[in-house]
C-alpha cells in the first residue's frame, strides 16, 4: 500500500503540483489533499490506484519498507536513449 509521505515525495521528485496529480490521475484535489494530510476517513482504494499508476507512469517507483530502512520512491531507470546526463544538458537540447 502507498502511503501518504510517499505520494507526497513522489510529487516532489517529478515537480508535479497536486492539480498536475489531479489532471493525470483523475482523483479531484480535495481527495488527494485529504489522503496526503492524513484527514480522518476513508480513502477509496480506487482512488489510490489511480493516484498510484499516474505516478508510476510518470517514472515513480514506490519502495516498500524493508527490514532495514522505511518506505521510500525513487525513480526508474531511464530506457536507452531516453536520458540526457548532467555533462550533456545545455541549451541545444533544450525543449
Same mark, same amino acid.
Given at each position: 500500500?502507498?502511503?501518504?509521505? =510517499? /505520494?507526497?515525495?513522489?510529487?516532489?521528485?517529478?515537480?508535479? @503540483? =497536486?492539480? !498536475?496529480?489531479?489532471?493525470? @490521475? $483523475? /482523483? #479531484?484535489? %480535495?481527495?488527494?489533499? =485529504?489522503?496526503?494530510?492524513? %484527514? #480522518?476517513? =476513508?480513502?477509496?482504494?480506487?482512488?489510490? *490506484? !489511480?493516484?498510484?499508476?499516474?505516478?508510476?507512469?510518470?517514472?515513480? /517507483?514506490?519502495? #516498500?519498507? *524493508?527490514?532495514?530502512? $522505511?518506505? $521510500? /520512491?525513487?525513480?526508474?531507470?531511464?530506457?536507452?536513449?531516453?536520458?540526457? $546526463?548532467?555533462? *550533456?544538458?545545455?541549451?541545444?537540447?533544450?525543449?
Amino acid at each position: 500500500m502507498v502511503e501518504a509521505a =510517499q /505520494v507526497r515525495a513522489a510529487r516532489a521528485l517529478i515537480g508535479w @503540483s =497536486q492539480a !498536475k496529480l489531479t489532471e493525470t @490521475s $483523475g /482523483v #479531484p484535489v %480535495s481527495a488527494i489533499n =485529504q489522503f496526503e494530510t492524513g %484527514s #480522518p476517513g =476513508q480513502f477509496a482504494e480506487e482512488a489510490l *490506484d !489511480k493516484i498510484r499508476a499516474a505516478l508510476e507512469a510518470a517514472g515513480v /517507483v514506490f519502495l #516498500p519498507k *524493508d527490514d532495514g530502512g $522505511g518506505i $521510500g /520512491v525513487r525513480m526508474r531507470e531511464a530506457l536507452e536513449g531516453e536520458y540526457i $546526463g548532467w555533462n *550533456d544538458l545545455n541549451a541545444s537540447n533544450d525543449e
